[in-house]
């Protein structure tokens, strides 16, 4: 079994320890060691009784060399941040896939990235490192989604649509067509995309338009 802990204890990272705990109903994958956080306060907890360990960096003097960490974290601007902690840890992140998800041919999954219960990845799909696909969400042919990008639950992205890095895709929200949802942009639930979407831009309503636009380079740490 690989050696596995959450990064994270919030309720993002419960539906994270689910989708594990599935993933070990249909074979036994993955052995679970417990939470990571950075939270001191949360030292000596046991969330769903699975044990409270550390901090990331914690890591190296706990576990067996060959473990996995995956983030748990709904924030893709979060994401990227405990990502660059655990390349310079270089330690190795899970890629998860729910055992309901329907993940179809010539679809690649780069490390770190999380399928969620009931997600439909079709074909000729790229999907990058640290990305959320979540709970019924559709990914449909000929998509990209970049590194750290967040599809919400319900969430539907068209043939061909292309999600850069970072950006969050909202609950229900559908993509239309051929379209480019920019970097570190947000969609708004229910939104309705019917054009390019700027990087850096918060678009809701429908059709959805542009209600705030960000600094270039905001994320950056």
């Known amino acids: 079994m690989i050696p596995l802990t959450i990064f994270g204890a919030g309720g993002h990272a419960r539906e994270i320890l689910a989708l594990v705990q599935s993933i ?5 994958t993955y052995q679970l060691l417990g939470w990571l956080d ?98 019924g969400s559709i990914v449909s042919h000929d998509c990209q989604i970049d590194d750290y990008a967040t599809i919400a639950p319900g969430a539907n992205l068209a043939g061909g649509v292309r999600v850069e890095t970072g950006a969050e895709v909202g609950i229900g929200a559908t993509i239309l067509p051929g379209l480019c949802i920019g970097s570190w942009s947000i969609v708004g639930a229910g939104a309705v995309v019917t054009k390019n979407v700027p990087p850096n831009s918060t678009v809701v309503g429908t059709p959805a338009r542009v209600i705030k636009q960000r600094a270039l380079g905001w994320q950056r740490e």
């Open 38 to 135: 950075d939270r001191s306060d949360l030292r000596g907890e046991s969330p769903l009784n699975v044990p409270m360990l550390g901090k990331l960096e914690d890591i190296h003097h706990t576990f067996k060399p060959n473990v996995q960490v995956v983030i748990a974290i709904g924030s893709s601007s979060a994401r990227k941040r405990i990502a660059k902690r655990l390349k310079k840890l270089s330690i190795q992140p899970a890629t998860l896939v729910h055992p309901t998800a329907q993940v179809g041919s010539l679809v690649t999954l780069h490390p770190g990235t999380m399928v969620c219960a009931g997600a439909l990845l079709t074909t000729g799909i790229e999907v990058g490192a640290h990305v959320v696909i979540n709970t």
């Open 24 to 28: 070990n109903e249909r074979s036994a």
